[in-house]
């Protein structure tokens, strides 16, 4: 249903912008399948949150972890079901945790030490971690997304250390690390995908 609705508003844009390449219509059909994809998937996800009573906590989880993964990437799904299996899993399991969970001192920041040295290697090795469907193939954008995945992620650990509330503290520890892993190619292979500027390169 939704392959059809953006095959149609691609067609439509191409009739008014005649300039707009093959190449090009691919990439603003796979631009609106997002956008048409996520919003029901958010909605559903936070609706699934509500039920568990995790709306709130979901929500902040959401809002910790949105810049991120804006600048890190990650794997997408293939199935718009397997998308809101995941969403569901990563947002509603790490609000979860984060209350469930308590850390000492000394678990907190030995914790906070080895994700730091783990994002930092995955942050160099990943990131950004495009998708072969929408690569990002310009060198300046590249280096500047990883600089911002660099700067997001220590933002929020020096964050996870400063702030009192033990829960929020957690979100961050727990959804940046889930979100590293999803830069990872061990979770490229298992998800089935590629990164999408080495195809560009090998091609």
């Known amino acids: 249903m939704i392959d059809k609705i953006t095959t149609s508003l691609t067609n439509k844009i191409r009739k008014e912008m005649p300039e707009i390449d093959d190449e090009r219509a691919e990439v603003i059909n796979y631009g609106l399948q997002i956008l048409f994809g996520e919003i029901p998937k958010f909605v559903i996800m936070f609706f699934i949150a509500y039920i568990l009573g995790l709306f709130k906590l979901s929500l902040i989880t ?4 949105l810049p991120y993964r804006t600048f890190s990437g990650g794997f997408h799904l293939k199935t718009h079901i397997g998308c809101i299996v995941s969403t569901c899993t990563v947002y509603c399991g790490v609000a979860f945790l984060s209350k469930s969970i308590i ?10 030490i080895v ?3 783990f994002g930092m290697a995955m942050i160099k090795l990943y990131a950004p971690a495009d998708t072969e469907n929408v690569p990002i193939i310009s060198l300046s954008e590249r280096k500047n997304k990883q600089r911002l995945s660099y700067i997001f992620f220590v933002l929020g650990l020096v964050m996870s250390i400063f702030i009192k509330n033990s829960v929020i503290s957690n979100m961050i520890l727990f959804g940046y690390f889930a979100q590293t892993c999803m830069i990872t190619r061990f979770a490229y292979k ?3 995908n590629k990164y999408g500027y080495e195809l560009y390169e090998n091609a």
């Open 62 to 65: 959401f809002l910790i972890l």
């Open 103 to 112: 850390l000492d001192d000394i678990t907190k920041y030995l914790f906070i």
């Open 115 to 117: 994700l730091g040295v």
């Open 190 to 192: 298992l998800t089935n």
